[in-house]
């Protein structure tokens, strides 16, 4: 089963490579008691990496994974690119892991690194909101994918986050760490091997070392101008919050860094564990090392808040409805009805990424894979991660959403082939298309996380919505519905309307 998840994982990530008010020198005053943890005093522990650049030149003359210039432009957003070098400790497991995450672990040996960041930060320090979001970036695929940012970026950057991708793992800089699949039109690099005169410098030791270096680059964002290099990442920008995330594989390591890894370093403010399967990933590169249990909770006794986003595919070809718990005062879990593992929009935002070096990137699996899910992943995540921002700063927590009802072996559907209960959206209370996260068996390998979209016909549209007006005031009914909720923001609901009068609905789907 993982065998094919991964094979899958590796198409879903191929490609890719309005401001806030807040002030930039401030950022947000942070007010309950967890996060009241003195500021000066978070992440003391971690050391303090050597930070050069901005890096410039090479072969395109961008980082990997570059910011599309679209974006760029219209949220008044700039990018650079820096290395981190230090020292990286490993960790080894400290007794015996169980079901419940409480895991213990101590520290191994050590070696020396360099890696990169991509940073990407307003260009007006005012337009700053106080907090960073750190991506652990995605290398299933045998090179840096960032679909977190992909998912989020409306959010971030007309809010005025900074991001920071973090090549922490191997795979991405020196290759080896993706599945060897042959998948037509895509042959990935990692970041040496993409451009040798940019990345030839960078050294990674393993991913034994992978969490270490994830906490090294918190403590360069925290804690700015204080390594030997004495640059500052944010370029003056004062950071309020730092949220960590993790999607897919990257998730799995985001379980174990919370469960094992933040109660030493204790360096970030919250978490987004972004489709992650039932247990975590290993410390060491050697399973007989450290065991990792075939489920695993995220433990009980957090200080800080975790999100965990789930959708319908994680359930069961991942497994994570093994690993289901309770939510808790430290702990949501979101599982989004409609919504696919990788779905159009991982692609779509790969491809405009890709664009920023060679226009020539193109993806398309249509003729293999049918229309990939179409569904509302972005606009959920987007608010869950606003959500856990504000748990983060003032304390309230997101909404409790109900679970995906679920039969022994899958998602449990309505008479439209939509998933039943779970966190809710116009996109699949007022359908136009079956949305799922679940292929049919005999499709392609790769074709298995990108779940469907299978349109209604007419007959079936006619049936729903007698009128076109009926249609819309019935998605208006829902995204009102979703937004009291606390499942999508306004904005988003705006355009689940906006969507709606433009379609022919219900004498077609488009």
């Known amino acids: 089963m993982r065998r094919v998840w991964g094979a899958a994982v590796v198409v879903a990530l191929v490609v890719g490579g309005a401001c806030s008010s807040d002030d930039g020198e401030s950022g947000d005053d942070r007010k309950d008691g967890q996060t009241a943890k003195a500021e000066e005093q978070r992440g003391k522990g971690v050391a303090r990496p050597t930070v050069t650049g901005p890096i410039t030149g090479g072969k395109y003359g961008v980082p990997f994974n570059p910011l599309p210039k679209r974006l760029a432009d219209k949220y008044h ?47 007006d320090p005012k337009d700053f909101n106080g907090t960073v979001l750190v991506e ?8 840096d994918s960032d679909p977190d940012f992909g998912f989020t970026h409306d959010l971030l950057l007309h809010d005025g986050w900074a991001y920071v991708g973090v090549s922490a793992q191997k795979g991405g800089v020196e290759g080896g760490g ?20 940019r990345y030839g410098e960078l050294s990674h030791p393993g991913d034994q070392y992978s969490y270490d270096i994830y906490s090294q680059v918190a403590q360069a964002v925290r804690r700015p101008g204080q390594g030997k290099g ?13 949220i960590a995330a993790g999607e897919s594989q990257s998730a799995m390591r985001m379980a174990t860094y919370v469960n094992a890894v933040h109660p030493m370093a204790d360096i970030y403010d919250g978490f987004l ?15 007989v090392d450290n ?30 409805a093994k690993a289901r718990e309770d939510d808790t005062d430290r702990l949501r879990t979101w599982e989004v009805a409609g919504t696919a593992h990788a779905d159009q929009t991982t692609i779509d935002y790969g491809v405009e990424s890709g664009h920023t070096w060679n226009p020539d990137v193109d993806l398309d699996f249509s003729t293999t894979c049918g229309r990939l ?87 079936t549209l006619r049936g729903l919505y007698p009128t076109h007006d009926d249609y819309v005031a019935k998605v208006q009914a829902a995204a009102d519905e979703a937004v009291d909720a606390g499942f999508i923001s306004t904005t988003d609901a705006d355009a689940f309307v906006a969507a709606a009068e433009k379609s022919v609905v219900p004498t077609g789907s488009g």
């Open 77 to 123: 957003y700039r990018e650079d690119e820096y290395f981190v070098s230090g020292t990286a400790t490993a960790y080894e497991p400290d007794g015996t892991w169980g079901l419940d995450g409480a895991w213990k672990a101590k520290p191994g040996t050590t070696a020396d690194y360099t890696t990169r960041v991509v940073v990407r930060r307003p260009e």
């Open 136 to 143: 652990w970036l995605n290398v299933t695929a045998g090179m």
């Open 178 to 197: 993706g599945l060897q699949i042959d998948i037509p039109g895509f042959d990935p690099e990692p970041l040496k091997p993409w451009d040798p005169e």
């Open 230 to 242: 004495k640059v500052d990442v944010l370029d003056g920008l004062h950071p309020k919050v730092l």
């Open 273 to 287: 564990v972004h489709s992650r399967g039932a247990n975590g990933a290993q410390l060491s590169d050697n399973p």
């Open 291 to 320: 065991p990792v249990p075939e489920v695993a909770h995220i433990r009980a006794d957090l200080d800080d808040p975790v999100l965990q986003f789930e959708t319908e595919t994680d359930l069961f070809l991942l497994d994570f």
């Open 373 to 459: 899910n179409e569904g509302p992943q972005g606009a959920v995540l987007r608010k869950g991660l606003d959500g856990l921002r504000t748990w983060i700063v003032d304390g309230t927590p997101p909404a409790k959403s109900p679970r995906i009802e679920v039969t022994a072996t899958a998602v449990a559907r309505d008479d439209h082939g939509n998933a039943r209960r779970g966190t809710r959206t116009p996109a699949v209370d007022v359908p136009i298309a079956t949305l799922t996260g679940e292929r049919p068996p005999g499709d392609a390998i790769f074709c298995s996380l990108f779940g469907r979209t299978v349109p209604f016909d007419a007959a």
